[in-house]
């Protein structure tokens, strides 16, 4: 069994593929009977256990917004090759990647039963939403580390395509999916928890066999009773900045935001505004940036008395690849000013 | 970062393309828009319908600021 060939196939978006960067993100799936990309070194570290028969490639912002067609039209072109096993990414901490390799790992157990494999960053958003149908090798936040994740990417799916036993997340280097195996030990429970308490008191390390899930879920702001006399804020993580962006907010993995002055501003335009993100195509949002930020029309509801005021100040982030605890942060310090300047109610744009 | 300005008790309306990353990131109430480079835009359309377009998911977003909410909730225009 061990010396038949698994037959692989690998799931990459369109920037991997060489198609382009942002403004071939929105190319719809494509099958290619190739090795491409990083499928290059993934084959290297296969060696004689597997092949690579085809490689799927779609664009990141196509999956993410006809997220039920790509799922159906990719599983259809890896159905056709009959894999032992997929291979996703590894997406780092590219969001929509990380999102798109999960749905396909999705769609594939699911439809095909077949198990898939991938690698992304933990905070990917990718990780928290689909970990439960793929086997998630950690990886760094950019592609600087492919070298380290690529060899554990196949390494195990070598090991799932043949359907050999799996030791723990840990042992085998995936992110745990929350599923609970029963497993025989020579210690009955009691024994297990009296030591565990042992080992707490005394401040020594002890691993916990079942842990709690942690919901981390924030209660809805209670409704306003009327907007016509409300005074909102505009937020955006879509990086939308004055022309030249003067703070000089990066394009990713932003370590700061912006707040910007909009008293008398009525309409953002080309020579005024643009954006700083560098995670999706800004030919648009430059052209417009209302587009992102919606101050044309807010300004027009507050002369027209269907709100009551349109906060002075907007605030701007580029969302992509910022660390949850930056985006935190910054967030933590915008509320504070928010609540302090009597705002009511917050749109918050995202891209 | 909806979630922590929602922590001080200010209602926030998520506006944005992917709706399954919003559910995760834990917004509460939460409008669709239209594609993730121009969420409240499409250059497809003329500037007048475009703003027309706008100004739909913009009431939609106020109206869902109005409307009491007790779990995370999806408002279409």
Sequence with gaps: MSDKKLRVVHYINQFYAGIGGEEKADVPPEVREAVVGPGMALRAALGDDAEIVATVICGDSYFNEHLEEAQKAVVEMIRQYNPDVVVAGPA?????????????????????????????????????????YAYIVETGNSAASMRQAIPKMAKLAVKVGRGEELGTPEEEGYMERGVRKNIFLDKRGSMRAVEMLVAKLNDQPFTTEYPMPTFDRVEPGKAIADVSKAKIALVTSGGIVPKGNPDRIESSSASKYGKYDIAGVSDLTEDTYETAHGGYDPTYANEDSDRVLPVDVLREMEAAGKIGELHRYFYTTTGNGTSVANAAKFAKEIAAELVADGVQAVILTST | MVKEIERTGLPVVHMCTVVPISLTVGANRIVPTVAIPHPLGNPALSPADEKELRRKLVETALKALETPVEEQTVFDS
């Design chain 1, 92 to 132: 780092f901490n590219a969001g929509r990647y990380g999102v798109a390799c999960g749905a396909v790992a999705k769609a594939v157990l699911d439809e095909l039963g077949i198990p898939v494999v991938s690698g992304m960053f933990p905070e990917n958003p990718g990780v928290d939403m689909y970990r439960k």
